[in-house]
């Protein structure tokens, strides 16, 4: 279809978004539009001034047979503190407090359009990583991770604690609880992931790091590749944390559950930031 240059943006704009971190050919927008390659050119330097003006993202273009562009979703480190700034406080709130110091977390999980800024967020701190799989376990973790997924243009992967008889053959694993120290199992189906698959682990809370220390243990059974671990809450009150290397959005410092406080405080991922 033949298109003015404005109806031309618009379109292109959206379907850029709408495809994010998946190589474009130049070619295929100029069959689309019906124009020349150099005009295309001149379109995507347009949306890629406009995208990084805005803090939505930006564009990388690859030359030769093979080539074309590529939509890479940022966050502007402004819009990414406002974002953990408003989990802080919804965090915050002494109406949260389960047993065992533990933070109700649902609503927010819920919440579509707060989980789609963390997706956004986590896919602008790991858009320089080679990722091919986004890995959680069932079941509050899975909202973040099709999220992730979903701006990094990747599949999600969901480990469980039981056998489902529709996943077929399964790998089973028994790992050691961080905070409670019991012995818990994790499974995952064989077809889930082909060795050598770079995975991001993302989960929604983590104390002394045994769920994710049992799926990092998982992968090695896959002959998988770790490419990073986020996580959306971070408990520091802990005598022993048994992963290293992580990227945090928010930190629970201390909980007074007789006084009802809680003590929240931004995470490492600014450490992160562009």
Same mark, same amino acid.
């Given at each position: ?12 704009? &959206?379907?850029?978004?709408? &495809?994010? &971190?998946?190589?474009?050919? $130049? ?29 939505? %993202?930006?564009?990388?273009?690859? +030359? ?24 802080? *406080? ?62 990094? #243009? ?6 469980? &604690? ?11 694993? #028994?790992?050691?609880? %961080?905070? +409670? ?6 499974? $995952? ?10 995975? $991001? ?18 992968? #090695?059974?896959? #002959? ?42 931004? %995470? ?5 930031? *562009?």
């Amino acid at each position: 279809m033949k298109l003015r240059r404005s109806s031309r943006l618009v379109d292109m704009t &959206h379907y850029l978004l709408q &495809h994010p &971190h998946q190589l474009v050919p $130049l070619t295929f927008f100029a069959e689309r539009y019906q124009s020349a390659k150099s005009s295309i050119s001149e379109d995507l330097a347009i949306i890629k001034q406009t995208f990084e003006q805005q803090g939505i %993202g930006t564009l990388k273009t690859l +030359s030769g047979a093979a080539g074309g562009v590529q939509y890479i979703p940022k966050m502007s480190a402004d819009e990414a503190k406002a974002t953990v700034q408003y989990l802080c *406080e919804q965090l915050a709130n002494p109406e949260r407090l389960l047993p065992g110091g533990y933070l109700y977390m649902t609503d927010i999980l819920g919440d579509a359009r707060i989980v789609n800024k963390i997706g956004r967020l986590y896919a602008s701190l790991f858009a320089e990583r080679s990722i091919d799989v986004v890995m959680t376990i069932a079941t509050k973790g899975i909202p973040l991770a099709y999220a992730v997924a979903h701006f990094l #243009n990747v599949p999600v992967v969901i480990v469980r &604690h039981d056998n489902k008889v529709t996943e077929g053959s399964m790998v089973s694993i #028994n790992y050691v609880s %961080g905070s +409670s120290k019991r012995i818990q199992t994790m499974v $995952l189906a064989k077809r889930s992931l082909a060795e050598g698959t770079n995975v $991001l682990i993302v989960d929604d809370f983590m104390k002394a790091g045994g769920t994710i220390n049992g799926m990092i243990s998982l992968l #090695n059974e896959f #002959n998988a590749q770790l490419a990073g671990i986020g996580v959306l809450v971070e408990s520091e009150e802990t005598s022993e944390r048994l992963v290293d290397e992580y990227i945090s959005l928010v930190k629970l410092s201390s909980v007074n559950i007789k006084e009802k406080q809680i003590a929240i405080k931004e %995470g490492n991922y600014i450490d992160f930031m *562009e």
